[in-house]
């Protein structure tokens, strides 16, 4: 291991901010491109990489790592990646899809597609209240206010790192709690 390599992971392991964004801004470009290729969309390979690389920054003060970072990151990715895709197939064998006419879930006129978008909307609502307060907060300045990463921090006295964290959480979150949702529209649309 290099000895820069050993300097940054001393750094993680004190909780020094910088090393953490040196530590994403090496690993995480490649480490997309290599979850990519497991997982197949980029929406599930940068909620890997980011998972990982926060878990990382969680362990920081046990962290033991014997050999290169990347390597280190790379295995990390490798196995979350097969954890999306067991996820995944389980997901499929279990669904049972409709065998009647398709419907779409915009049609308000059809019944169960306004009951969809009802229940939709409300679902989203209520997920949206179960995050985090500060995530819930970041959230929702980005996304109702449309306000940028830059001002969001400014506002909320947080570092630009710290704001994309959230709205990744937030993300993450909210895709695990609507996903079956998720799933409906897109066999009824």
């Avoid at 003060?61 to 280190?72: A, E, K, N, P």
């Avoid at 609502?125 to 001002?151: C, G, N, W």
Wanted: proline residues 2%; hydrophobic residues 40%; contains cysteine.
């Amino acid at each position: 291991m290099e000895q820069s390599e050993t300097i940054l992971i001393q750094q993680l392991k004190a909780g020094n901010d910088a090393a953490y964004q040196t530590l994403y801004r090496l690993h995480y470009g490649i480490l997309c491109a290599y979850a990519r290729q497991i997982v197949g969309n980029d929406f599930d390979a940068e909620n890997i990489v980011d998972d990982a690389i926060f878990h990382l920054w969680e362990v920081r003060d046990q962290l033991q790592i014997d050999r290169s970072l990347r390597s280190f990151l790379i295995t990390s990715v490798h196995r979350r990646c097969l954890n999306r895709i067991k996820q995944h197939q389980h997901e499929l064998a279990t669904c049972t899809f409709p065998k009647e006419e398709r419907i779409t879930a915009q049609d308000s006129t059809y019944p169960l597609g306004h009951l969809l978008e009802k229940e939709l909307e409300e679902k989203i609502r209520t997920a949206i209240e179960t995050l985090p307060h500060e995530t819930r907060q970041v959230f929702e300045l980005s996304r109702y206010e449309d306000m940028t990463y830059d001002e969001i921090a400014k506002r909320l006295g947080i570092s630009v790192n710290t704001v994309k964290y959230h709205i990744k959480n937030a993300i993450r979150l909210l895709y695990s709690q609507l996903e079956p949702y998720l799933l409906l529209l897109l066999l009824l649309g």
